[in-house]
Structure formats: C-alpha cells, structure tokens
C-alpha cells in the first residue's frame, strides 16, 4: 500500500454520558472530524476490556480510541480511571508485541466539550497516518471486513 494513499481506520469508544453527547455536540456545532472514525458506543468505558481493544487492532483498526468522562465525573463512579489503566496496560502489550504503544490511547471530555473530543480524533488520526498501517491486519486479512 502506498502510505500517501493510507486512510487509518480508527475504532472509538465513546462512553454515552459524555464522550457520546460531546461527538453529538460536534455534529450539531458542525465540528468536522475525518471519516475515518468508527464510533461504538458504551455504557461507560470502564466496561471495556483489554480484550475490545486487542480484538479491535486485530479485526483492522489501525488505532484505537477511548473516549470517557472528565476524571470525577464518571457516571458509574471510577470507570474511566479503570479505563485508563486497561488503555495504558494495552499500550505496554502492544509495545511488547512490537507494535507502537500509540496506536491505543484514552481522553476525558465533558459532554459540553465538543472541540476537546474533535481535536483529539484529529490528533489520533494524524498520529496513526504517522505510524502507518497496523500490521496485524495484514496478517489477519480474513477478518478486514469487520472494519471496512
Ligand atoms: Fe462516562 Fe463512565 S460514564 S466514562
């Protein structure tokens, strides 16, 4: 694949109190991020096992993002903070597999904060595009479609 060509597929994992409505704000502010983002919504990000993500990259994403509460502002008390140390602890799988760490990371948004969750998928999607294709997926190509 050309890397000038290469489109990252992001999965993002919004949690639906804040993150959600903060990607929904963005909708109707007319906020623009890349097409390139998967959304999935969840109850909150501290039910998300190290597991989503790893399937994920796996299935083909090229990155991986968690989108939660503001730290403190969690719905279901401390979910984020568990979601931060399962993103974390993802991070250091990846880097002992040999993949880059980057390719998974974790931001806290207020459902207010529209611009704070758009910057942070630019950002993503611009840091992914940086490190090139995910090279599970080229081993995995069977399962490519879950991820179009
Ligand atoms: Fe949003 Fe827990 S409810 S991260």
Known sequence: MNLKEFEPKIVAFCCHYCAYAAADL?????????????IIRTPCTGRLEIEYFLKALENGADG????????????FKEGN???????????????????????????????ANARRLVDAINEMVENVRRL??????????MKQEICP
Not at 83 to 107: D, F, I, P, Q
Not at 132 to 141: A, D, F, S, V, Y
């Open 26 to 38: 963005a909708g109707s502010m007319r906020l623009q991020y890349p097409a390139n983002i998967r």
């Open 64 to 75: 991986v993002i968690v989108a939660g509460c503001e730290e403190g502002s969690c719905h």
């Open 132 to 141: 090139g294709p995910n090279p599970l997926k080229e081993k995995t190509p």
């Open 81 to 111: 903070l568990a979601a931060r140390r399962r993103v974390n602890y993802t991070g250091e799988l990846l880097a002992e597999s040999g993949l880059e760490k980057e390719r998974v990371r974790m931001v806290n948004v207020s459902a």
